[in-house]
């Protein structure tokens, strides 16, 4: 499947070999601008699970009831602990010639040793099996079997492979006993994490531990000598490799005080730059990581427990360790490294203990809390919290049994108590759920996940609240929200357990009600929190089909940040009105001015989710330029799912999306799965006519705007807070012809106009609309700038204000434009156009200034296009 220009290449070949588990090994060197270390991957050929593509792969039964010699295990991994640093001595001393990351000119050996030309490597295969994985922008030293073997547990697991009649082969003890802990029950996932450590820390094989390895572009591709079938390649191997300064998987900046930090970014190629992974979403595995940082950084990673940092010895390091249970793509783990200053909420004790007592309350009871009221469920949703941002406290560090407190720049305090922090989940309790997914340790049935209370300063508790009143029990048991630099490239980011926030949602105005102050922050926490149920814990089987992850995720938003407000019925319409109407403006315009193939939601029509037969396939347009800043998936996508809530009812629409998410949490799925299932579920909408044929044709596999749209959007302009929006706008309109509005003092007989006070989506359309008038005066502009307050209201009206301000050349507020394009530059992109576009010398120069005031700090993907248009 040969990718197009801009088309992103999923190489790994998942139909012949999945990774089940990554053990990363790695430091960061700020110094230097990369990261080393190694990962071990943990491999199952596909012919002891069935080929990937076959269905879907979250719901692939990845585990068995091999629970037999567990008390053994758990007494051989006894005293087996060490530092990953000492571990690593310890191997490398024993092969002798091993060259990991920074060893200099061993490293570059290592790599001319191993790494072939293209042409002989293609031409010198001898028929030998090539195990594939998706990588860029990495510098391999060594690729390594590793010996897993010398681990001493090993033994106690090897007896039920050939009692039980494996496809293993008995001869290979090594595959044997891999075979057995990757198939592991998820009653036993805390031996199991201890176990993949043990495994990961062991040496090189003796003998022909290392393997042969090749990297073009997009790929890294292994082969052992004389090995031609997966069934017979390594079922462990260690990579060790650094990352490279300009590597498009991690940003290093400087935070808001301009100390540096480094984060995955969320870019268009995943992580792939960050370890060499399978980034094909069906190959769904679990993973730990030790990540050693300098002792005054913090680091923040998907991860199910809140970790205490260690000591790395007599370095200057602390060690994290973060860890994952549920399977989940490797493009979806995150990193954050740098001097956060860590704000933890407690529970207070009475409530606590109050939540604890009632934890066995049935769900049926939690939930019969009227509509403003703030039932059980709502305190309940199971999830403990903490917010990141950049400031300085005192840090606690662990180190053995001793804990200490050292001058740096984070502040740790539990979210639970000891109990509920080491929960095992071999004690949980099935509410009469049955889940469909693989076995791995599920909130969606552990009754203690109800047992715990958010408090994280203000919004995130109660959107959290109103999103399990909405979808249930959140999928995650910690959730980390960081609000991260300037040159973040987007407004918000959803990972496992991390929310990455901009900025730019944190609105400084003082003006209005206090509630529609926060209404742009709370409404981004709202579409992230729900990326947990939708991106996350369901995903798409195919990438191109983005809208399941991002139009659920919009549609979603308002519907928890309503309920996280407590709105009456009338109030939700009304607000939803309002919204429906911008967004349909924002999507009309981005139609407009957009290439038709960029416009469909299922560009791969009848084929989506096929794949080559190896697992290889494309992610249409992924690389497209044009493709990073448009929103056609989140708004298309959104007005899709209106449109299903339109024939069903809005209440029995989001009933059904809970049942959806009760059957398919843990799945990858393609439209057709909900759309099927909607239509089963609801057989009133085919005898109308809507089938899934009709939908594909009217919403995923054609450009331009369905007929619907176009209908509601009559509907959507005549709704009353848009109605009192257009009020406003004329008595704007008749200030700018009269003589006040034209800088002329006032006559005394003119009478005061008074304005409306309006929310802030009021005040995004106010703008809107009047960035349709021809002419507006100096003195308008001045007038409008002082009612509203406008550089102290959040960034989507601060957005359109600079809009107006440059195409009226207004050059008293040249001020606000630079510092919102310096302060808010995901959503600055778009204003450096227009800047340029007027041919205005002054403006001009403003853009100038303002991209050399950023453009160290500024996301890579945002700088090119922003430069295209200056330069």
Not at 5 to 13: E, F, G, I, S, V
Not at 600 to 626: C, F, M, Q, W, Y
Request: charged share 25%.
């Amino acid at each position: 499947m040969e990718p197009g220009a801009d088309d992103l290449p999923l190489r790994a070949n998942t139909n012949h070999v999945l990774v089940r588990h990554y053990v990363l090994d790695l430091t960061v060197h700020f110094d230097r601008k990369v990261i080393g270390g190694s990962v071990v991957l943990f491999l199952e050929p596909c012919s002891a699970l069935g080929t990937a593509a076959e269905g879907h792969a979250g719901a692939q039964d990845y585990g068995g009831s091999q629970s037999r010699h567990a008390d053994e295990v758990e007494d051989a991994t006894e005293g087996l602990w060490e530092t990953p640093t000492r571990a690593k001595e310890r191997f490398a001393a024993r092969e002798g010639d091993t060259a990991l990351p920074g060893s200099g000119s061993a490293h570059a050996a290592a790599e001319s040793r191993s790494s072939p030309s293209s042409r002989s490597w293609e031409t010198n295969s001898g028929g030998e099996f090539t195990f594939l994985l998706d990588c860029c922008d990495l510098d391999v030293s060594k690729v390594e079997e590793v010996d897993v073997t010398s681990v001493s547990a090993a033994p106690s697991l090897l007896p039920r492979v050939a009692s039980e009649g494996s496809a293993v082969p008995s001869v290979d003890p090594g595959a044997a006993f891999i075979q057995n802990l990757v198939s592991m029950p998820s009653s036993q996932w805390r031996l199991q994490q201890r176990l993949f450590s043990l495994c990961g820390r062991a040496p090189g094989a003796r003998d022909g531990g290392s393997l042969h390895f090749h990297r073009d572009r997009w790929s890294l591709q292994v082969r052992k000598k004389g090995v031609v079938s997966p069934q017979d390649f390594p079922r462990v191997l260690r990579i060790c490799y650094e990352t490279r300064p300009a590597g498009a998987s991690v940003r290093w900046t400087q935070d808001q005080d301009n100390r540096v930090c480094v984060y995955t970014a969320g870019s268009p190629i995943n992580n792939r730059a960050l370890f060499p992974c399978q980034e094909p979403p069906v190959a769904m595995s679990t993973w730990q990581a030790a990540v050693r940082a300098p002792r005054e950084c913090v680091v923040l990673m998907s991860g199910e427990e809140t970790t205490v940092p260690v000591e790395d010895g007599d370095t200057r390091s602390l060690i994290w360790h973060y860890y994952v249970t549920m399977p989940m793509p490797a493009s979806t783990f995150t990193l954050a490294v740098g001097h956060w200053h860590q704000v933890t909420a407690e529970n207070p004790p009475t409530l606590e203990r109050g939540l604890r007592d009632k934890a066995g309350c049935s769900d049926a009871a939690k939930l019969e809390a009227g509509p403003g009221e703030l039932g059980e469920a709502d305190l309940t949703s199971g999830l403990g919290s903490s917010i990141s941002v950049v400031k300085g406290s005192p840090l606690e560090t662990g180190s053995g049994d001793q804990t200490t407190c050292s001058d740096s720049a984070f502040c740790y305090s539990s979210l639970e108590d000891e109990g509920l922090a080491l929960t095992d989940y071999s004690a949980t309790v099935d509410d009469g759920m049955s889940c469909s997914h693989g076995d791995y340790p599920c909130r969606f049935t552990e009754r203690s996940a109800r047992a715990q209370q958010m408090a994280v300063l203000d919004l995130l508790p109660r959107c959290l609240a109103a999103a399990h009143t909405v979808l249930g029990v959140h999928p995650f048991p910690r959730l980390d929200v960081l609000i991260v630099p300037a040159g973040f490239s987007s407004l918000g980011m959803a990972s496992p357990h991390m929310i990455f926030l901009s900025q730019s949602v944190l609105c400084a105005g003082t003006l209005g009600p206090r509630e529609d102050a926060l209404s742009l922050c709370g409404s981004r926490i709202c579409h992230e929190i729900a990326h947990s149920w939708f991106g996350l814990v369901i995903g798409a089987r195919d990438w191109t089909e983005e809208w399941i992850s991002e139009g659920f995720a919009t549609y979603l938003e308002d519907v928890i940040w309503a309920q996280a407000k407590q709105l009456s019925s009338q109030q939700t319409a009304d607000q939803s009105d309002l919204k429906a109407l911008l967004r349909w403006r924002r999507l009309s315009d981005e139609l407009q001015n957009s290439e038709e193939q960029l416009q469909i939601l299922r560009p791969n029509l009848e084929n989506t989710g096929e794949v080559g037969e190896s697992g290889s396939s494309t992610i249409k347009h992924a690389l497209n330029p044009d493709k990073i800043f448009m929103q056609v998936h989140y708004l298309k996508g959104y007005f899709l799912l209106r449109f299903l809530a339109s024939q069903v009812g809005d209440k029995y629409f989001i009933d059904f999306i809970r049942v959806f998410v009760e059957k398919y949490h843990g799945h990858l799925i393609l439209s057709q799965d909900f759309l099927q299932m909607l239509l089963v579920t609801f057989p009133n909408m085919e005898r109308k006519g809507l089938t899934l044929r009709a939908i594909y044709a009217d919403w995923l596999d054609r450009p331009g705007i369905p007929k619907w749209l176009y209908e509601r959007n009559a509907v959507w302009s005549e709704a009353r807070l848009v109605e009192e929006v257009k009020a406003e706008v004329g008595k704007w309109i008749l200030l700018s012809q009269s003589p006040q509005g034209k800088g002329r003092k006032r006559k005394r007989t003119d009478p005061k106009v008074n304005y409306k006070e309006m929310t802030s989506e009021q005040l995004v359309m106010l703008l809107e609309l009047l960035l349709e008038e021809e002419e507006l005066s100096g003195a308008t502009l001045e007038a409008l700038r002082r009612t509203y307050d406008l550089p102290n209201q959040d960034a989507e009206v601060k957005h359109r204000w600079c809009e107006l301000v440059v195409k009226h050349a207004y050059a008293r507020a040249y001020a606000d434009v630079e510092h919102f394009m310096v302060h808010n530059q995901a959503m600055g992109v778009y204003l450096y156009g227009e800047l340029m576009v007027h041919e205005d010398p002054e403006q001009q120069a403003l853009a100038r200034r303002c991209l050399s005031l950023v453009q160290e700090e500024m996301d890579q993907s945002a700088r090119s296009v922003v430069e295209e248009m200056i330069l």
